[in-house]
């Protein structure tokens, strides 16, 4: 009989990360680069790390989403979340996207109006 091995750890081990955040500070401006999928399994991390930047004080925070490849219905909770988090805060909320994945799913919602898109 042949040696079972666990493949779920074989497989998990193989996957990269689904998403990456790296937060740039300018002198206006934090700037959070997104990368990858945002769906139900990421969008908390987001939403932790837009939120945190919102928290940190005056000047904008800009989502660069163009490194996106996946936006759920999630990940457009998480930004309608961030807006009003940053309206609250007096915080600037912008969006620097011009892919069609991430631009797509803001029209289809109805939210490309409630942001400030470049």
Do not use: K
């Not at 011009?98 to 939210?111: H, M, Y």
């Amino acid at each position: 009989m042949a040696p079972v091995s666990d493949t779920r750890a074989q497989q998990s081990a193989a996957v990269p990360e689904q998403m990456t955040l790296s937060l740039r500070t300018e002198p206006h401006a934090r700037v959070l680069r997104v990368e990858g999928e945002v769906d139900m399994l990421t969008s908390p991390q987001l939403r932790t790390a837009v939120l945190d930047a919102v928290a940190a004080g005056p000047g904008a925070v800009v989502l660069d989403l163009d490194g996106v490849t996946f936006l759920g219905t999630s990940g457009l909770a998480v930004l309608v979340e961030a807006r009003q988090a940053a309206q609250t805060a007096g915080v600037a909320l912008r969006l620097a996207c011009r892919e069609r994945r991430v631009l797509r799913p803001l029209t289809i919602a109805g939210l490309v109006p409630l942001f400030d898109v470049h």
